[in-house]
Each structure stands twice: as structure tokens, then as C-alpha cells.
């Protein structure tokens, strides 16, 4: 509402006020996320502590790691360079699925507030020829946002995955999986059976929590995970919605349950010709066998986000918000620590971890090539490079 102004403001007032607008919006970091003045009060939130062979583990597999971590409002990446860690991370509005696209190169990050944002990242390969800016050759091979589509946010989506060399979400808000498209348009391609009716499927309400994606070389090739497999008044979100051993696991080809007995899973992967899954609300990471799960490792925490490599499998680990402790029956929630876990498949052995004292909550772990992505532009492990950030946002180039 505006209001007609019977007087010319002082001169001293405009120049204050034209000051602090011209001011405003200089961060990159602040530009990406459209969080003004937001962007550098999360210091407490990167210290972390390591235990066992956790670099020693990320430098062999020379792999980068991406990890979401939702609540924080915090994607980050970590790998090893020259042999030492290399942390780096970016604030977005509450990160969920992270997906990789090997063929384009490129990186998706879901963030779910409402409206719904899919961020595509590609590796910076090098910078425009500027007479008014140094090279900048070390920081290449970071990402940086190219776009940025729009969704819904009642599509409330959760994991990404890249199928097909297409991109698809769980829409979890309609019980569904839907495909995504480069003009921020969506469509329903797949759902299980249990939500259909004689007056169509049940896509008004989350009843469900379909939350994951076990992504094949095809939408009826992959698998799903979720809450439960009844539709009813008790909903996600609901004190008295059931959840102990009550999570299942969805062929896509049949659309029909194919595991039962989990709790609240997520995560779930194909990884050497098994559907792998976090058991979350018992902290368990492990595998479906003849219809039944079976765990390999219980570590300390709501097990959510999942990434292997060769036989380690990264897994992460988050506290259970108080709320909603009554969906983690199986963990100690007072102990519960936000980290990750390097765990070999064979044995179930933890052999290195990372855990942030001050973290929260873990969505997705993916990971990368070294070789093509080492992380984001911000530094997690020292002061920011003001100057070299915005020379870098001045002048990138991506392939």
C-alpha cells in the first residue's frame, strides 16, 4: 500500500538511503541464493571433527562428495587436493536431492521450500579474456549456477535422479514421480498402485512419504521408497501416523510393493544388483533380499543420504529433530550426531567419519569425479576470498 508524501525528503536522508541500496546485493553468494545479508552466518555449522581414515578414504577414491544438508539450508563438497582437505559449500533454501548428470556434466540440487527450486551446476573450465581481471586458474573445476527452474510447492519434492539422460524428482506432496523439464514444466509419469480409485489416483495430500529413488536405465527398471503403503487419514506429518516396520520399497515395473519391514527409508540406491537403503528410523544402512531388509551396519544417527564407491559406501548420518522422534523408534535420539561414514559393503566396518558438532540434518550424499568437480566457490576451511569470488562470479565460463 503507498501513501501519497506531502514533502520532499532531506537531501542527507536520500543519500543515506540510495547509499545503502547501491550496497545491497554484492555477495555472489547472496546473488545465487537471494538471501540478503544471510550469506556468511554459518561458521559454527562447517567445523566438523574426523575420526579414522575419512581423508585417506576420499583421497583414494578421487572422488568429490556433495552432501545437502536440508535444515542448515547448506549444500557442501568435499574431496582431497594436493593432500590436504579441500571444504567447500553454498547456502540455498532448504536442500534436498542431489543428482549428476555424467553425459551434460552437470549437477542438480533440489531445494524444496515453497516454491520449489531445481538448481543445474556446471564446473567452471575457465574464465572470459579480461584486461581488468588477473587469471583466475585455480579455481576452475568448481560449480557454479547456470539455471534455475520453478516449481510448485506443493509438489514438495525430495531426491532427484537422472534416468535416460532426463531428470525426475519424487513428488512426494502427490504420492508420485514426476519428470522435469528444462522450461519448469512438470509431468506425472509413474505411482504405485495403492492410490489408485475409481476417481483416479489419491494426488492431493502426501499420504504416502515416497521419498527416494533407486534409479535403473528406465522409470520401470528403478524402485521407490516410502513410509508406508496405505492410504488413510493418517498422514506424514501426523503424531499417530504408523511407522515402525511399516516402510516398503515399490517395483517400478509392477508398481507394487516388493519389501517390507522397513522404517522411514530413504535413499535407496542399485548398487551392485542390489536395492540398497537407509534404514532411518533404526540407523541402519543396508540391502533388500528376497523381500526382506537386511542390515549391514547401525551407526549413530537417522540414516539418510547414500553414495558408493567401489566397495565403500558413504553414508549420512543426522540428529532426530524432537518433534519428530516418535519416526526414529529404533535410535537413541539424544546421542544422534549429523555426519558422515565411510563403510565398507564386505564387512559393514566403519573406517572413517566426519561429524559436524553444530549440523542438523542430512538429506543426499552424490558422488563426483575429482577430475571434472572439486566443490563450490566458497571455502569451508578458511576466510572467504572476497575479491577472488566475485572475480571468478565476473567472469566464468563453463563448457
Known amino acids: 500500500m503507498t501513501s501519497e508524501i506531502k514533502r520532499q525528503p532531506p537531501p542527507e536522508e536520500l543519500k543515506s538511503l540510495w547509499a545503502h541500496h547501491n550496497a545491497e546485493w554484492r555477495d555472489p553468494m547472496e546473488v545465487i541464493s537471494l538471501w540478503d545479508g544471510e550469506a556468511d552466518q554459518v561458521r559454527d555449522l562447517l567445523q566438523y571433527r574426523v575420526t579414522g581414515a575419512w581423508w585417506d578414504i576420499l583421497d583414494d577414491t578421487s572422488i568429490t562428495l556433495l552432501i545437502s544438508r536440508e535444515y542448515e539450508h547448506l549444500v557442501m563438497a568435499m574431496c582431497v587436493l594436493d593432500g590436504k582437505p579441500f571444504v567447500t559449500y553454498l547456502r540455498l533454501p532448504h536442500p534436498s536431492g542431489i543428482a549428476y548428470d555424467a553425459d551434460s556434466k552437470t549437477v542438480h540440487i533440489a531445494a524444496t521450500r515453497n516454491p520449489n527450486q531445481v538448481f543445474a551446476f556446471k564446473a567452471v573450465s575457465g574464465t572470459m579474456p579480461r584486461s581488468d581481471m588477473p587469471y583466475q586458474g585455480s579455481q576452475f573445476r568448481q560449480l557454479v549456477p547456470v539455471q534455475s527452474n520453478f516449481y510448485p510447492g506443493s509438489l514438495y519434492i525430495h531426491d532427484l535422479a537422472v534416468i535416460g539422460g532426463e531428470l525426475y524428482a519424487n513428488s512426494v506432496g502427490q504420492n508420485a514421480i514426476v519428470r522435469l523439464s528444462e522450461q519448469g514444466q512438470h509431468e506425472r509419469v509413474w505411482w504405485p ?12 495430500q502426501n499420504h504416502l512419504q515416497l521419498n527416494s529413488i533407486a534409479a535403473g536405465t528406465s522409470i520401470v527398471e528403478s524402485y521407490f521408497s516410502a513410509s508406508i503403503d496405505v492410504v488413510s487419514t493418517r498422514r506424514p506429518g501426523h503424531k499417530n501416523f504408523p511407522v515402525d516396520k511399516r516402510g516398503v520399497i515399490f517395483s517400478g515395473q509392477t508398481r507394487e510393493v516388493i519389501a517390507r519391514g522397513l522404517t522411514r527409508p530413504h535413499s535407496a540406491c542399485i548398487y551392485d544388483s542390489h536395492i540398497w537403503v537407509d534404514n532411518s528410523g533404526y540407523g541402519e544402512l543396508g540391502y533388500i533380499e528376497n523381500g526382506q531388509f537386511r542390515a549391514v551396519t547401525r551407526l549413530p544417527g537417522w540414516t539418510r543420504g547414500l553414495t558408493f564407491h567401489r566397495h565403500i559406501a558413504f553414508v549420512g548420518t543426522s540428529r532426530v529433530i524432537p518433534r519428530f522422534s516418535q519416526y526414529a523408534p529404533g535410535l537413541e535420539v ?8 565411510a563403510v565398507d559393503t564386505h564387512t559393514g566396518k566403519t573406517l572413517g567419519s566426519l561429524v559436524w558438532p553444530y549440523g542438523n540434518q542430512i538429506f543426499a550424499l552424490k558422488s563426483v569425479p575429482r577430475a571434472l568437480v572439486t566443490g563450490f566457490p566458497f571455502h569451508a576451511n578458511a576466510k572467504r576470498a572476497t575479491r577472488q569470488e566475485r572475480q571468478l562470479f565476473y567472469a566464468f565460463e563453463t563448457e
Request: with cysteine.
Open 334 to 341: 539424544e546421542s544422534s550426531l549429523c555426519g558422515l561414514h
Open 193 to 204: 498402485k495403492v492410490i489408485e480409485t475409481e476417481d483416479g489416483p489419491v494426488i492431493g
